[in-house]
């Protein structure tokens, strides 16, 4: 029986079989997404200023719903690109390590494939999703302490977003990050460096050609240990910012971006690795060589972590014209949260629609079936059957 590869393990998880895109696919999921968004928001104002009207009895409201100015996709993508700053930035405020950081980053970008800043703002879903990353990744984190570092945010806020969010996210709370392949990369290479494989390889590693920066090759294994923790510094801090303001999780697997990060630190000495790693598939050498340069130019043209006074403006503006084209049925999640769990239980005005009760039992019994796949069916037999 062969033995499953890391790829084949990879590929049975959500993230590939869920989050995974080329860049046609994602621009045209984002496409549509903006396109029903701003539809709703056109059809929800229209009712609005029809209501008013009606409670006036006079038609004194000026414009058309079907000229409201919508965002665009490059628009909602700016927007949401300064809302993941934000979320490092209070993760990073809170003391969180990185695992929850990025995957609460993810969890914004994967919900904004199918939902968009028009329908709900940024700013109310970046705390939820930064709190429920804190439990997907198991660090406990109480909520009042998560709320007293929040200005003017009540645990009703952070906590009101969450079922939807977690719609957003297929109920697939699970995120692959490439920091533990870099570290286990780096401790590879340095027991190469300090002849752990033998002194052939240890030999090679010194004539590797040097890197832009160092300037020479090295001379022994202490300096080969020296460079290798240097691209490994540089590696680690793209995978925390450049990794994921970029859209590399969709196109990418976690080990490519590692292993690109490392490239952009280091391209010699990465092209030595997995030169070795790969040396009796050269046809899969050359692939990966073209894969990694591609994820490594995406990396490279990453926005910046810390946004200009030229870009803070734009995104000022973009939030001002955000303002006038936001659907008015989804601006208080806190009270359509409360509606939603005092019509579950029957004691609301209207019940649930008989609708949404069976498209949510339609999407458990699917979610059910998709995790048979991954586990297989539940075992029925008897004991000692």
């Known amino acids: 029986m062969a033995a499953l590869s890391e790829d084949d393990i990879y590929r049975t998880s959500t993230q590939y079989r869920l989050w995974a895109f080329n860049p046609e696919s994602l621009a045209s999921s984002r496409s549509t997404t903006n396109s029903l968004a701003a539809d709703r928001v056109r059809a929800a ?3 609005v200023r029809e209501q008013k009207v009606a409670d006036d009895g006079s038609n004194t409201e000026s414009g058309d719903a079907a000229m409201v100015d919508c965002l665009t996709v490059d628009e909602e993508q700016k927007l949401v690109g300064f809302y993941c700053i934000k979320a490092m930035q209070l993760a990073d405020f809170c003391d969180f390590p990185t695992n929850v950081k990025a995957t609460a980053v993810q969890y914004l970008k994967r919900f904004y494939l199918s939902n968009s800043p028009m329908t709900y703002h940024p700013k109310e879903i970046m705390p939820s999703a930064l709190f429920l990353s804190t439990k997907t990744e198991n660090h406990y984190t109480s909520l009042r302490s998560f709320v007293s570092k929040l200005k003017k945010t009540t645990a009703e806020d952070v906590i009101a977003p969450e079922f939807l969010l977690s719609q957003g996210l297929r109920f697939t709370f699970d995120v692959r990050h490439p920091q533990r392949g870099l570290e286990g990369g780096f401790m590879e290479l340095v027991g190469w460096a300090k002849g752990q494989q033998g002194a052939t390889l240890q030999r090679e590693m010194m004539g590797i050609d040097p890197s832009n920066e160092s300037g020479k090759r ?58 070795k790693k790969l040396a009796a598939n050269p046809i899969l ?8 340069r591609s994820c490594s130019d995406l990396l490279h043209a990453s926005p910046s972590a810390d946004p200009g006074e030229a870009e803070m403006k734009e995104l000022m503006k973009i939030d001002k014209q955000l303002y006038k ?15 939603q769990k005092r019509d579950s239980n029957g004691r609301g005005k209207d019940a649930l629609d008989e609708k949404i009760i069976k498209r949510r039992k339609l999407e458990k019994e699917r979610f059910e079936m998709e995790a048979d796949d991954i586990f297989g069916p539940a075992l029925n037999g008897k004991d000692g059957g």
């Open 285 to 292: 050498t050359a692939k990966l060589a073209h894969t990694l």
């Open 45 to 47: 104002m229209r009712c």
């Open 325 to 339: 084209c936001r659907n008015p049925e989804m601006m208080d999640l806190v009270s359509i949260n409360k509606a």
């Open 218 to 275: 090295a001379k022994n294994s202490e300096d080969l240990v020296h460079r290798i923790q240097i691209a490994h510094g540089k590696a680690k801090e793209t995978l925390k910012t450049s990794a994921l303001l970029t859209d590399a999780y969709f196109h990418y697997t976690p080990s490519q971006i590692w292993l690109s990060a490392f490239m952009l630190a280091d391209e010699p000495l990465t092209v030595f690795y997995f030169n």
